[in-house]
Antibody
Framework: VQLLESGGDLVQPGGSLRLSCAAS????????MAWVRQAPGKGLEWVSF???????YYADSLKGRFTISRDNSKNTLYLQMSSLRAGDTAVYYC????????????WGQGTLLTVSS | EIVLTQSPATLSLSPGERATLSCRAS??????LAWYQQKPGQAPRLLMY???NRATGTPARFSGSGSGTDFTLTISSLEPEDFAVYYC?????????FGQGTRLEIK
């Protein structure tokens, strides 16, 4: 199993960005996926989850600014982020669910988003 | 939102000692608690799931217990590679939540 995140960048406040997570080594369409972030020097914060049927869940704090999606034909997970704030600065990890649930048995190495002017 | 409170925030022990880490939920989460280990500069790694089940590759010195609101991760005899930050996570209800972490440091 490999999860490779990309797309992290330096973005100005109010900007948008899309993160990607390329998955390999397993049948991507059969597993739920999630995004978890970690601000510098802080703990883990769950961001979003998408199951195999496309149902999506988000952290309350995101207030509709983030959208999770998946393209099973490309074995890729996405996180579209908008109205970015300094508080969104973090390493963003994608994680594979164990089956359809929120037990995260594999994680990528993360991609860094910095929101700053 | 279910709040997970981990204690202690920092635990200072020596190799060979026994470590006991606690995670308390603000409401019952049945057994749906996982533990993750994170070392500096690395992604988290799943250690335990559903309170007491070891993930693939988790050494037998790690054990988990608890149900409802109180959970414990025990490391029976610390090895040098066990010094890290440990997080608990619940999957009973949305949103998924993590505890704030316990840092296990070498004394």
């Amino acid at each position: 199993v490999q999860l490779l995140e990309s797309g992290g960048d330096l973005v100005q406040p109010g900007g948008s960005l899309r993160l990607s997570c390329a998955a390999s080594g397993f049948t991507f369409s059969n597993y739920a996926m999630a995004w978890v972030r970690q601000a510098p020097g802080k703990g883990l914060e769950w961001v979003s989850f998408i199951d195999t049927g496309g149902s999506r869940y988000y952290a309350d704090s995101l207030k509709g600014r983030f959208t999770i999606s998946r393209d099973n034909s490309k074995n890729t997970l996405y996180l579209q982020m908008s109205s970015l704030r300094a508080g969104d600065t973090a390493v963003y990890y994608c994680a594979k669910g164990e089956g359809s649930n929120s037990i995260y048995d594999y994680w990528g190495q993360g991609t860094l988003l910095t929101v700053s002017s | 939102e279910i709040v997970l409170t981990q204690s202690p925030a920092t635990l200072s022990l020596s190799p060979g000692e026994r470590a006991t880490l606690s995670c308390r939920a603000s409401q019952s989460i049945n057994i749906y608690l996982a533990w993750y280990q994170q070392k500096p500069g690395q992604a988290p790694r799943l250690l335990m799931y559903d309170a007491s089940n070891r993930a693939t590759g988790t050494p037998a010195r790690f054990s988990g217990s608890g149900s409802g609101t109180d959970f414990t991760l025990t490391i029976s005899s610390l090895e040098p590679e066990d010094f890290a930050v440990y997080y608990c996570q619940q999957r009973t209800d949305w949103p998924i939540t993590f505890g704030q972490g316990t840092r296990l440091e070498i004394k």
